[in-house]
């Protein structure tokens, strides 16, 4: 892997596309109940990186189509506004209070507000994904929902154990690669790319997906609290066992069982924190990260070579290569 050759050059392309879709995530709110106003200020006026509508838009340069800005900027917006949802209600499930360095709206507000909040926001997304054109983009909204949702699930209802590799890679695929797939394929579909051209951007979607989780889950053992944007160690605390952690206790009841224990005190897990980190856990799954990062750039080599494909490279530079 080649480090990105400026940090965040990929969104140089498609900068006056990501300026109006903040613009609109702000005025999501407009004339909604007055907490869901002021929750839409708190959520967008702080905007996290914005990889996803930057896939979106960045995607759809691959397709003669390409030239209706306004049904990709719904398409961007809308798969934008699901993935904050789903971060909304992920945080009541978590009992999260802080995320990119913000108090969540759980801890700003209450879990019930939360829970309204997360449920108007997918709303939302849904009406702005029904007017697209094409019912397979439509469908493919609607399908990355279940996705999530199957995910956390999967995830809530998971016996207490040390879940293997493959159960692991499955739930990551539906909680987060689906996302990010659907941003890749549903835009190239929007505009009109040939069909090899839209396959080949899901699996770099999916792909991205699955290296930008295993990263983040690295990063959640081994990275700064304050780059990190959340507090580290969280998933440990609460006894999901994510790869890094996976691969430091296979072969190790005893640190597998206490792994997926729930509710640890900060102590417990400040001390497991430091025998994963002296594992082999973190490096291999860095690699995994770094395998799926390989596999998403190939798919790029079958795409015209346009600057959008090196940006979508640089995009998944970075994505292995964050701190937050």
Avoid at 143 to 149: D, I, P, S, Y
Avoid at 183 to 201: I, K, R, S, T, Y
Avoid at 272 to 295: K, T, W
Wanted: net charge negative.
């Amino acid at each position: 892997m080649q480090a990105a050759r400026v940090e965040g050059s990929f969104y140089a392309p498609v900068q006056a596309e990501l300026a109006e879709l903040q613009r609109r995530l702000v005025e999501v709110g407009a004339g909604a109940h007055p907490t869901f106003r002021a929750a839409v200020r708190h959520l967008f006026t702080s905007s996290g990186k914005l990889l996803r509508p930057t896939l979106v838009f960045l995607s759809s340069r691959f397709g003669s189509g390409a030239r209706d800005r306004e049904i990709v900027l719904n398409l961007a917006q809308s798969l934008e506004l699901v993935h904050t949802a789903s971060l909304v209600h992920d945080d009541i499930v978590d009992r999260a209070e802080v995320r990119r360095n913000v108090p969540t709206i759980n801890a700003t507000w209450n879990d019930d507000v939360a829970l309204i909040v997360g449920d108007y926001l997918f709303a939302k997304a849904y009406a702005l994904a029904a007017v697209l054109p094409k019912p397979e983009v439509i469908a493919m909204v609607a399908q990355t929902v279940f996705a999530l949702c199957d995910g956390e699930l999967g995830e809530v209802t998971a016996p207490v154990a040390l879940p293997s590799e493959s159960a692991y890679f499955e739930r990551i695929e539906l909680k987060t690669a689906s996302l990010y797939a659907a941003c890749c394929q549903g835009a190239a579909l929007l505009a009109d790319a040939d069909p090899e051209h839209v396959a080949l951007l899901g699996a770099y979607g999916t792909d991205l997906g699955l290296a930008f989780q295993i990263t983040d889950d690295v990063l959640d053992l081994v990275g700064d609290e304050e780059d990190f944007g959340k507090s580290v160690g969280r998933d440990l605390a609460e006894g999901m066992a994510t790869l890094p952690m996976i691969y430091a206790a296979n072969g190790d009841p005893s640190l597998a069982a206490r792994v997926v224990a729930p509710g640890k005190d900060p102590a417990e897990v400040r001390e497991l924190l430091r025998i994963i980190r002296a594992s082999d856990g973190v490096g291999r799954a860095r690699e995994r990260a770094l395998g799926f990062h390989d596999r998403a750039v190939r798919a790029l080599d079958g795409l015209p070579a346009l600057p959008e494909r090196d940006a979508l490279r640089d995009v998944a530079d970075f994505v292995v290569s964050r701190v937050r």
